[in-house]
């Protein structure tokens, strides 16, 4: 007797997922660009108010692509992991450019 092989067999179970893992990319996306910019922003201390400000903004939109609270609590703890390790860098175009387009980025509605 002949088998499939296993990834022949997962196949439309992996089609089926393709949905949802687009989904999840997109959240994982928007969670590591939020984390990037978190990171600079502690790296460059950046004003408490103002990355308050930007950690409200960012969760408000995991909790917006999460597909439910799991997700969204994943995508938090992801966030604030990455967050610390970017915050070990300096941006590319220096903390002085970064901060006044940071400032720029808050002062526009979300």
Do not use: W
């Not at 950046?46 to 995991?62: K, Q």
């Not at 175009?93 to 980025?105: Q, T, V």
């Amino acid at each position: 007797m002949t088998f499939a092989s296993p990834s022949l067999l997962a196949l439309p179970f992996l089609l089926l997922a393709s949905g949802a893992a687009m989904a999840e990319d997109t959240l994982m996306d928007a969670v590591r660009d939020s984390a990037l910019i978190m990171g600079a922003a502690q790296y460059c201390d950046a004003p408490e108010d103002m990355t308050d400000e930007y950690i409200a903004r960012a969760e408000g939109n995991f909790a917006r692509l999460a597909k439910d609270d799991f997700e969204k609590h994943m995508a938090r703890i992801e966030f604030k992991n990455l967050s610390a390790a970017a915050s070990a860098k300096a941006p590319s175009e220096g903390c002085e450019a970064f901060l006044s387009r940071f400032e720029s980025m808050l002062k526009t509605p979300s």
